[in-house]
């Protein structure tokens, strides 16, 4: 019986003339992720002489263009089966002209970020011996820099499962990484590179720096970059001619000016290219409006619009569907007889703000803005009214984290809420504000105010952030204060602790944020406000008016 015709191949993948065959004996052990940088994207494989030439699958090794650096977000790989040729192609001329880079991570890095091995897309990352050292000597203890040193611990231990051969390099996507198409290497003989001997060497930092120099010596063409939170770090490495850069993949936006602020003014020639063929209802007291032109594909839902001129409109964005959107009506939280809990909205945003507090259909919002602009004073009064007047949630929980502005007083007595109470003084402040009496000194109207800030403190928890973790919340209007000071990580934990019936509302301003390695731009209050956006059941404001006094407005202003 005749042998079956060999299968055709590109002739860019397959070679038969030069294509090296390997040993039988070499088949059966041979793994993908064994084969060196550089190697064939295909196999011949030589089953016996009653076999026939296999195409073999093409290499692990793919992916898009490379970025120029770590500020691209990964991005998905090609399907290998259905684009082997150009993709593997791309990805041989790319490691042969350098443009794969070779990151050496700073323990910082893995400390702040544990997944911050998997985040450089088809480039490599090295890891120098000290940073594995650094690593077990910051594993114990219950804090958060802790617990992500051994989660990296972990990563790494499944990483190097069953690898014996450490010289080739580690595929990053054993995990299932799939956008993680790079090699980690660890550094596994002394490598020393030349650094002035002011620098001493006895340092962590410097020796990581001489890892740095002998990689740079060692690759030629190929760049290698040094990946560090910290500073001086940088600019150490930048003072020697080392190209040092730091971490923006935990960062939600380069730059803070773009961050969404759940409000959008209508240009001047709304009505004159919006106003044709306009639908309008009413349900629920709320009158609804379809519209129809190009500015509604930019709506987001739950955003607010406002157009001030002859024909004023203040409404809230309710559907979006290429381009028609519904808006809905607001109420008015401006006049007297919509006050909430003595409170009445002095500014356009103050009011959007309350019209996303009192909604029943929003679970989670977001609102920032510099101090004085009334975040918490409105969020205390709308779960006061939805707590003791609609019954809307059983009670009102308030978090915060804890970081000192000054030097820490130390250790606290009493129990849980009697050592959250001093970091709680917003807390008291806005409460004896809208406990406030109407100005009368008769001693019943004393009494009655006693009474009601009792029953209020009886209604209002104060929970730490260290015990959050493992409880759910049912039916309670959680308040998280200070939320800039919150990283990505630590805001899952607490928003994900709401059960059902319970509303979240996370406070802060993104230009106070106290806690080290976090910036405006990886703050965990920027990162849900950008996840957010859109979400039926979600609202952002940034409030933009102070309305403390003419002295804080004019301080945050020059000072």
Request: hydrophobic share 40%.
């Amino acid at each position: 019986m005749p042998l079956p015709k060999l299968p055709s191949r590109p002739a860019a993948l397959l070679d038969l003339d030069t294509l090296p065959v390997p040993e039988p004996s070499a088949i059966a052990t041979k793994a993908s992720s064994d084969l060196p940088d550089g190697a064939a994207d295909t196999d011949v494989i030589e089953a016996s002489k009653a076999e026939v030439l296999k195409p073999q699958p093409a290499a692990k090794r793919q992916s898009v263009p490379a970025p120029t650096s770590v500020h691209a977000a990964p991005s998905k790989a090609k399907d290998s089966a259905t684009t082997p040729k150009k993709t593997s192609a791309r990805v041989n001329r790319k490691r042969a002209a350098g443009d794969i880079k070779l990151f050496v991570l700073d323990t910082n890095v893995l400390m702040h970020d544990p997944s911050s091995l998997f985040r450089f897309q088809e480039h490599d990352v090295y890891l120098p011996m000290m940073t594995l050292e650094e690593l077990d000597h910051h594993k114990k203890g219950m804090s958060e820099v802790a617990r992500n040193a051994r989660q990296v611990s972990r990563s790494l231990d499944t990483l190097v499962e069953d690898i014996e051969n450490f010289e080739q390099g580690i595929e990053l996507n054993r995990m299932g990484n799939k956008d993680s198409l790079g090699r980690l290497y660890f550094q596994t003989t002394a490598l020393s590179g030349h650094l002035p001997a002011e620098l001493p060497m006895g340092k962590a930092d410097n020796q990581i720096l001489g890892v740095v120099r002998a990689l740079q010596e060692q690759q030629g063409s190929r760049e290698v970059v040094l990946v560090s939170k910290d500073i001086n770090m940088r600019l150490k490495a930048r003072a020697l001619g080392l190209a040092a850069e730091d971490y923006f993949n935990d960062h939600v936006l380069e730059d803070t000016d773009l961050l969404y602020t759940g409000v959008l003014m209508l240009p001047e020639d709304f009505w004159m290219r919006h106003g044709k063929d306009i639908e309008s209802w009413q349900q629920g007291g709320v009158t609804f409006y379809r519209i129809s032109g190009p500015l509604c594909s930019q709506f987001m839902v739950n955003q607010f619009v406002y157009f001030d001129g002859s024909m004023p409109l203040h409404a809230q964005v309710r559907e979006v569907s290429g381009k028609t959107a519904v808006l809905a009506t607001l109420r008015d939280y401006n006049h007297a007889k919509n006050n909430v809990w003595g409170i009445t909205a002095r500014n356009r945003e103050q009011n959007f703000a309350l019209n996303l507090l009192m909604d029943p259909e929003i679970d989670f919002v977001s609102l920032l803005g510099q101090a004085g602009t009334g975040k918490t004073l409105l969020t205390l009064a709308a779960g006061l009214t939805q707590v003791l007047e609609t019954k809307r949630y059983n009670e009102i929980i308030m978090t915060r984290v804890t970081v000192p502005v000054g030097e820490d007083i130390g250790f606290l007595p009493g129990t849980e809420e009697e050592k959250m109470l001093p970091w709680m003084g917003a807390l008291e402040d806005n409460l004896d504000v809208l406990n406030m009496s109407d100005g009368d000194s008769n001693s019943s109207h004393e009494w009655g105010r006693a009474a009601t800030m009792d029953l209020i403190r009886s209604r209002i928890k104060v929970k730490s952030l260290n015990f959050m973790r493992g409880r759910t919340f049912l039916n309670k209007y959680l308040i998280i204060d200070e939320a800039q000071n919150l990283t990505p990580k630590q805001m899952k934990t607490l928003i994900t602790r709401a059960g059902p019936g319970t509303k979240v509302v996370c406070l802060g301003n993104i230009a106070q944020i106290d806690t080290p390695y976090l910036t405006e731009g990886s703050s965990g209050l920027t990162f849900v406000v950008d996840r957010f956006k859109g979400w039926p059941h979600a609202g952002h404001i940034t409030l933009q008016r102070g309305e403390r006094s003419r002295l804080a407005d004019y301080a945050g202003d020059v000072l």
